[in-house]
């Protein structure tokens, strides 16, 4: 019997959407719904495992991990794009990567969620409801800001086009900004520097990697406006954490709403949890039934296939 272990299913919720009974005498499953303490537990947790399904960007498939891992025949993540999966690793030990489809809605959603509760102080007032206070704040509204996009791919633009209904003008800035794109979604093309300048609410929605890491530090943080806020629904890493704290803490720009961070989840301790200008979600960007829906049973689909010797949606790079 194949053993198959479903990892980080932090709400533990993925039986809630396929129904491992039906499968129990071809596989022998186990959920983890905690995230491991470093690889060393990884590795000698998962050490018995043939085939993972995982939850894409939350434990890491580092080259380490796949080496030691020496019963290991399938990987298995959410999504077709997975950068935390060492591809090269994987197909030296000709170990069977698969994807599934993914919804593209759920992330601008949450984007305009942050957008509008940074604008409209959501965390102070409502915090204050259960107080007993009244109308503690004066928020801002969207029509005539200026929306800046660094991003203007599948995510950024649904983003702009909602930015557009709300009245909102519309930059984007990208290493490879699509000049077409621009045109079709009346969005204005421009610099870096000109969009960290002159952007009211600033968005992200380009890949993780090392082309990004390190986008927006303390020399951009310092030329943004002290009114403006910084939001990230797309990679941790592409915000230097350490400078960010520095500029919320000085009211260096007015807020942040962030769903991604450097190391994820969130420590306890970390100081943006204790920042009154940061609003926080849990990296629930793509946690919504329906996604959760299709990626598991498409896990499981594709988990079928490699069985049967003909693997659906392969991933290899």
């Keep these: ?53 995982v939850m894409r960007e939350r434990t890491p498939m580092t080259k380490n991990l796949v080496d030691n891992l020496k019963k290991l025949k399938f990987i298995i993540t959410s999504g077709m794009r997975n950068r935390s999966i060492d591809l090269e690793a994987t197909q030296k030990r000709k170990i069977i990567v698969c994807g599934t489809e993914s919804n593209l809605n759920p992330t601008p959603e949450l984007t305009w969620g942050l957008i509008l509760g940074l604008a409209r102080n959501f965390k102070e007032e409502i915090d204050n409801m259960y107080q007993g206070y009244w109308q503690t704040t004066v928020g801002v509204e969207l029509k005539g800001k200026v929306l800046g996009l660094i991003g203007l791919g599948r995510v950024g633009s649904q983003v702009a086009k909602i930015g557009k209904a709300f009245g909102m003008q519309v930059m984007a800035w990208s290493e490879n900004l699509d000049l077409d794109k621009c045109k079709e979604l009346e969005v204005l093309p421009c610099s870096k520097e000109d969009l960290i300048s002159n952007s009211d609410f600033l968005s992200i929605h380009v890949q993780g990697g090392e082309r990004y890491r390190n986008c927006i530090t303390i020399k951009e943080l310092d030329k943004m406006k002290k009114t ?10 592409i915000i230097n954490e350490d400078d960010l704290i520095i500029a919320l803490s000085t009211n260096e720009i007015a807020g942040a709403g962030l769903d991604v961070y450097d190391k994820e989840p969130l420590s306890e301790n970390n100081k943006l949890r204790f920042l009154p200008n940061a609003l926080l979600t849990p990296h629930i960007g793509y946690v919504t039934a329906e996604n959760y829906n299709l990626f598991y049973n498409q896990m499981i689909e594709a988990l079928e296939s490699c069985v049967n010797g003909n693997p659906i949606r392969l991933i290899k790079e």
Excluded at 5 to 31: M, P, R, T
Excluded at 228 to 237: D, H
Aim: proline share 3%; net charge negative; no cysteine.
């Design 228 to 237: 403006s806020f910084l939001i990230n629904t797309s990679r941790g890493p």
């Design 1 to 53: 019997m194949l053993k198959v272990a479903i990892l980080d299913d932090y709400q533990n919720v993925s039986e809630q959407f396929v129904n491992l009974e039906n499968l129990s005498g071809k596989y022998e499953f186990k959920i983890f719904s905690e995230p491991f303490v470093d690889e060393t537990d990884a590795i000698e947790q998962l050490a018995d495992f043939e085939a993972l399904l």
